[in-house]
């Protein structure tokens, strides 16, 4: 595989998702999506870099973004792929069918349900910083003003399969319906969010009730990664 292309992981850590989407029980449930995803990422064998808030710099998302981008492209790769840590059903195929596009001097694009996209992958003559920045960043119309900006550039685009994303509750409700798909720890936990969520509401104690719940489970952190 061509070792001039890296895959960037834009993720936050668990904590910080937990706090930024109102899912209880989400911090469980983003340690065991970005295990997931780094493990999805080692099994291609291409080079790859997580960027978590720590790292992160800007003022806003989109500006955070693209220099997280370009951070990949100084250490010398001429592709990046990028993606994030809530697209589950996100699989080694998607980024390996993503790298051999990138051979073709096409740009890559994994649209999301939501308007938003969970992969993009890029040669380093396609990327614009400046025009990058002025992008619809965190809506709906994203994904198609990317794709409108480089075809009015003349760039080659590939779309990839429409996926689905979390950042709400309603998301998971939807994702749970594909339960075969998931893997049985993710699925698990998707299900006692469920359960407990409904017992919280219930009882009205949600607070003290996912505390104690979801301790248990805790497996730490995600590991920071800088190849």
Do not use: C
Request: no cysteine; net charge positive.
């Amino acid at each position: 595989m061509n070792s001039k292309t890296a895959i960037l992981v834009f993720a936050n850590s668990a904590q910080e998702e937990a706090l930024r989407k109102p899912i209880s029980g989400g911090q469980q449930l983003f340690t065991e999506l970005n295990s997931t995803i780094e493990s999805v990422v080692v099994s291609t064998k291409l080079p790859y870099y997580i960027v978590t808030e720590v790292q992160q710099q800007g003022r806003d998302f989109g500006e955070r973004f693209v220099n997280a981008v370009q951070g990949i492209y100084e250490k010398g790769f001429e592709n990046v792929i990028t993606i994030g840590n809530d697209t589950p059903f996100l699989t080694k195929k998607h980024l390996l069918d993503s790298a051999k596009l990138l051979e073709k001097n096409k740009f890559v694009i994994g649209p999301s349900v939501d308007g938003g996209f969970y992969l993009m992958g890029l040669h380093k003559s396609q990327f614009d910083p400046l025009a990058f920045l002025k992008l619809p960043w965190r809506s709906k119309k994203l994904a198609k003003s990317i794709t409108a900006l480089l075809k009015n550039n003349a760039i080659e685009v590939a779309k990839l399969q429409v996926l689905y994303d979390i950042d709400s509750i309603e998301d998971l409700k939807i994702i749970k319906t594909f339960g075969k798909v998931l893997s049985k720890s993710l699925l698990k936990i998707i299900q006692l969010i469920f359960q407990y969520s409904n017992t919280i509401n219930t009882s009205n104690t949600l607070e003290s009730y996912t505390t104690y719940t979801f301790i248990s489970y805790n497996k730490g952190s995600p590991r920071l990664i800088m190849h």
